[in-house]
């Protein structure tokens, strides 16, 4: 592995095509020694619609992946007659969508199935699935979304979104509701590992799961990623909102220096506490720092804006799907190279 370090980063992108999402494009976090030190992985990556491909010599071997998130699933049975209150919004969202690439009319279920279909019959190694499967944690929804999953047989690795958890109006701070909901209801989609950190390794590359659905990162939690920085192995990084990227909204709201009360549009709607009014905390401004610093640190996956985008901050490429409620989804391949 080529390494530099982060001052001297120096970041080539070309774009072959730059208008419209859908088009190409193609960018190189190129290494560049200073001194015998190195600090970044070399590599590139290229865009071609919702297929991402990996190039990098720290890759050992060929690995596919499929990233979904939003999927919104908002089914429910008689156990979920109790939470109606806290569910009713969310339950009508999403209901009817239209496909992302057809425009042909879906819905969540169908969606996640054919992804899910898609996924093994291209046998992808891991499914990344970054949050918002479901749109509340309705009982119904989860172990129909777990059945899937099971019987689809591909490994998956799960990481909450804001809704997947969020019964609306419900009393308590985000952090108490995250961690009832997520023992009460979602324990299964984490397969025994931490639901707010967790690590996958295929062929020697990182898949790195951080929740930040509260839009705050825990100290423990940018102690993990240091820590998976420190092992010097090629990374990615899977949380459902997206990391801060100059030129964004809130909506990239893990690290934003606008997050906060003055700019929280949607607490009433989504019946939740409001943002505070001194925004991030100092941890969560430091984790998004040194992701964006992170050497070994091949890119990051994220959800919630139900929009794919591309930003690259400071040679560190965040991928954004499309929501898989209209069939979105992203298509990443890793393959070993030399440069
Ligand atoms: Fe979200």
Known sequence: MRMRTSSTRRVF??????????????????????????????????????????????????????V???????????????????????????????HFKTGAPTNPQESFEKTLGLAKESRVDLLALAG??????????????????KACG??????AGNHDWHYEGMAGSEMALRAEWTEKRLRPLYQGSHPLMSVSEINGVRFVAIDDSTYEILPEQLAFFRDQVASGLPLMLLMHIPLYAP??????GCGHPDWGAKSDKNWQIERRPKWPAEGHSATTLAFR???????????????????????????????????????????????????
């Open 13 to 66: 992108l070309q774009a072959t095509a730059l208008a419209g999402g859908a088009l190409p494009f193609m960018g190189c976090a190129h290494a560049a020694r200073q001194g015998g030190a190195s600090a970044r992985v070399s590599g590139s990556f290229a865009l071609d619609a919702n297929r991402v491909r990996f190039f990098s010599p720290a890759i050992r071997k060929p690995l596919n992946v499929m």
């Open 68 to 98: 979904i998130a939003d999927t919104h699933l908002f089914m429910d049975d008689a156990r979920g007659e109790p939470f109606k209150t806290y569910s009713g919004r969310m339950a009508k969202g999403y209901n009817k969508t239209r």
């Open 132 to 149: 918002d499967i479901v749109s509340f944690p309705s009982q119904a929804g989860i172990e129909w979304a777990h059945a899937r999953l």
């Open 154 to 159: 591909v490994p998956f690795l799960y990481v």
């Open 247 to 252: 030129g964004r909204d809130v909506g990239f």
């Open 289 to 339: 720092r040194e992701v964006f610093a992170a050497p070994n640190l091949l890119g990051v996956f994220a959800g919630h804006t139900h929009q794919q985008s591309l930003d690259c901050v400071d040679g560190v490429p965040q991928f954004v799907t499309e929501a898989n409620a209209a069939g979105g989804y992203l298509s990443a391949e890793f393959h070993p190279c030399r440069l």
